[in-house]
């Protein structure tokens, strides 16, 4: 398996060198029942600097639990999980958010905090710097993510869904992290609102140098940004690889993902894109 991955690198994901790695990785729950389930046995997966990795899976497959122990929330009961070259246990709280950026599924941005005050917060809870300067680095983000200078003030409830997803993209990047992690970050928005948000997501990709790490179930949000997907089946991944490599893997989860109607439709549309160059790679 890592041999296909290894051997099919494209020219994003190049000769880079990993970023994150996880090796042998278990991740166990107790049940209610006194029991446990095995969410990931023995799972193996890099990150390489520069690129978006995918992750895909079944509903329950251990995606966001996948997440959550790149960014340190969960503990590995076997296995390692590398970050930057060091073990994720010692990203302490500070340090995380100057290390990895975090849009969570549901968004999360705090009701009673304004815009500017959601974006400020985690430069705030650090204590880095004056609180003037927080503000100013806020405003620069809320302009990088599409915003405007108006928006600072308004409230959370104020705001629409694409709006929300801007604002949590800027509070992830306002430590200026190295690697951004986005789970199912086009979720719940209109088509228009996902693709404006995915060309956004593109460019910051490219302007900033970030390795990205995204989970999604949507084919057209896929297939825009991914240089790689890795696959989550039977407890581990079982294919990382470009996406031409990931639909020649057999295996019951890629055909049905993949190649069923909704997928065939986005592969079209993917095609047509690049045949007309608008890809541009
Ligand atoms: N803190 C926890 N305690 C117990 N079980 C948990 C905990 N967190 C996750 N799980 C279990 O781990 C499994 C994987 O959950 P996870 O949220 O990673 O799935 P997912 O692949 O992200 O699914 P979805 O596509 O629905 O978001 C599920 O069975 C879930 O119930
Ligand atoms: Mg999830």
């Known amino acids: 398996m890592q041999k296909a991955a290894d051997a099919s690198q494209n020219s994003a994901a190049g000769a880079a060198e990993p970023i994150i790695e996880v090796r042998g990785l278990w991740s166990v729950f107790p049940t209610a029942g006194g029991g446990q389930v095995v969410v990931h046995k023995d799972l193996d997966l890099t990150v390489r600097r520069g690129e978006v990795l995918t992750l895909v899976g079944g509903s329950g497959t251990g995606k966001t639990v996948l997440l959550r122990q790149m960014l340190g929330l969960n503990r590995p009961a076997r296995g390692q999980v590398t970050v930057l070259g060091r073990p994720v246990a010692e990203l302490t709280d500070a340090g995380a958010a100057a290390r990895v950026g975090m849009l969570f599924q549901q968004g999360a941005l705090f009701s009673a905090f304004s815009v500017l005050d959601n974006i400020a917060l985690p430069l705030r809870e650090t204590r880095a710097v004056p609180d003037a300067l927080a503000r100013e680095a806020a405003l620069l983000k809320l302009q990088m993510v599409g915003l405007k200078p108006g928006d600072a003030h308004k409230m959370p409830a104020e705001l629409?869904?694409?709006?929300?997803?801007?604002?949590?993209?800027?509070?992830?990047?306002?430590?200026?992290?190295?690697?951004?992690?986005?789970?199912?970050?086009?979720?719940?928005?209109?088509?228009?609102?996902?693709?404006?948000?995915?060309?956004?997501l593109r460019s910051l990709h490219r302007e900033l140098g970030l390795t990205v790490v995204m989970v999604t179930h949507d084919l057209d949000t896929l297939f825009e940004l991914s240089d790689r997907v890795a696959v989550l089946a039977e407890q581990r991944v079982i294919v990382c690889a470009p996406v031409p490599?990931?639909?020649?893997?057999?295996?019951?989860?890629?055909?049905?993902f993949f190649l069923g109607e909704r997928g065939q439709r986005a592969m079209e549309l993917l095609r047509t894109r690049h045949r007309d160059g608008e890809k541009g790679q």
């Open 245 to 256: 490599e990931v639909l020649a893997f057999d295996h019951p989860f890629i055909r049905h």
């Open 160 to 200: 629409s869904g694409g709006m929300i997803k801007r604002v949590a993209l800027a509070r992830a990047l306002i430590m200026d992290p190295p690697l951004l992690m986005l789970d199912e970050p086009t979720a719940g928005l209109d088509p228009d609102s996902s693709d404006a948000f995915v060309a956004l």
